[in-house]
């Protein structure tokens, strides 16, 4: 009895992993979101393309392309056993690393409006603090993983992330992408502040922090200019104003419904960088209230399920599987909402895109990783409440059958 309840056990772990469960929530959201989002690209990008290319759905099949390379990097990084992407955390964390050396390399890095932020990968750009910011999340997770309990009773455990950070930080800005770092500092700092880190040192490191940026943005013309700007962008209009008044006047014209799908006369040249990352001020003039409120539900859902799963791993004992899981959830959620901001006024311009919509290969190919690696925690959630129940069982027929 006790074999026969030792091998349905090993049926059982067996089963789970031939028929791997997602979480069917997640995934429908996420591709609700990467299939709106082709609709969007192609909607908001054929008359650019048309005009400059001969091409009216160029930048349609290129963004179909670059989701099929995403799903196959998905599929691919799911059959990897997240053990062993906690092993070799310090290996990606110097990857990262390297990445963002390499773009500012002459000759390596490709310029675009005098930003160093892109490499040559073949089939397109790859804008490396996209790839280099799920490698500093997969480190961070293990390092919180291993030495939690020194995050929430030292300074030292706390510091050590940070410094990090502002290593990352500083090849970021020297790019420049500031955006990037942002997003990349406000990540760093949700998972320590889900490790259970002390307040006052959290709050102490945040306010320095904050200072710094303040004191980057003021001392720099440039983004200067897009803080007094974001404050009044009629005032100028037709120059530093023109791609803020021409999204509000989008988002606008969309009123409650929209103006129908193709309907858009703000992406006829008027809203520049119109698929990329102003396709959500498209999209608001196209579909409406209705199409912002349901693209805010399908983010709320991603970043909620995000969570989930993150507690759950918790519940198990996989803390490197839960700080992984609340680090992709904060950066999905937090991106989206520094985009969505910017298209609506509510936060100074920033070159960052909208994840899973957005027009590029780099931020859709990371994010689909990122999405992978969310359902491969929660696979394996699954496999180990499983094999626990499994085993509970089989100890239950071993106890009746010595009573």
């Known amino acids: 009895m006790m074999a026969a309840g030792v091998q349905q056990a090993r049926m059982v772990g067996a089963r789970g992993a031939r028929l791997p469960r997602v979480d069917y ?37 290129r963004q179909a392309v670059y989701i ?23 290996t990606l964390l110097l990857s990262a690393f390297a990445l963002l050396l390499l773009v500012l390399v002459p000759g390596v890095g490709i310029e675009v409006n005098g930003a160093l932020r892109w490499i040559n990968a073949g089939l397109f750009r790859l804008q490396v603090s996209e790839p280099a910011k799920l490698l500093f999340i997969i480190y961070l997770a293990g390092y919180l993983a291993r030495y939690g309990e020194e995050v929430r009773t030292q300074i030292s455990g706390f510091i050590k992330p940070i410094g990090l950070l502002a290593g990352a930080a500083v090849l970021l800005l020297l790019e420049p992408d500031f955006g990037a770092t942002v997003v990349l500092a406000a990540t760093v700092m949700g998972m320590v502040f889900m490790a259970g880190v002390k307040l006052l040192q959290f709050g102490g490191v945040l306010g320095l922090g904050a200072l710094l940026m303040t004191g980057m943005a003021v001392s720099s013309p440039y983004r200067m200019e897009r803080l007094t700007t974001f404050l009044n962008p009629w005032a100028d209009p037709f120059d530093s104003g023109f791609q803020l008044t021409q999204s509000l006047i989008a988002i606008g014209r969309g009123e409650w419904f929209g103006v129908g799908l193709g309907g858009s006369i703000q992406k ?9 990352d102003f396709v959500f001020a498209v999209l608001a003039e196209e579909l409406g209230l209705l199409g912002v409120c349901v693209i805010i539900m399908l983010y709320a859902l991603l970043v909620w399920r995000a969570f989930v799963i993150a507690v759950q791993a918790a519940r198990v004992g996989n803390q490197f599987a839960a700080y992984l899981s609340y680090g992709i959830g904060i950066w999905f959620g937090l991106q989206s909402f520094i985009n969505i901001g910017v298209n609506m006024g509510l936060l100074p311009t920033k070159g960052l895109t909208l994840p899973l919509m957005s027009y590029g290969g780099s931020s859709m190919v990371v994010m689909c990783a990122a999405v992978a690696l969310l359902l491969r925690v929660d696979y394996e959630t699954r496999c180990t409440v499983e094999g626990m129940s499994a085993s509970g069982m089989a100890a239950s027929k071993r106890r009746r059958v010595v009573s």
């Open 25 to 61: 929530w997640l995934v429908s959201s996420v591709l609700a979101l990467a299939t709106l989002g082709l609709v969007m690209v192609a909607s908001a990008s054929i008359t650019l393309a048309d005009r400059e290319l001969g091409q009216p759905f160029y930048y349609a099949i």
């Open 268 to 276: 006829l040249f008027y809203l520049p960088e119109a698929h990329t």
């Open 68 to 90: 099929a390379c995403g799903l196959l990097a998905g599929v691919l990084l799911f059959r990897v056993q997240l053990k062993l992407l906690e092993r070799n955390g310090m």
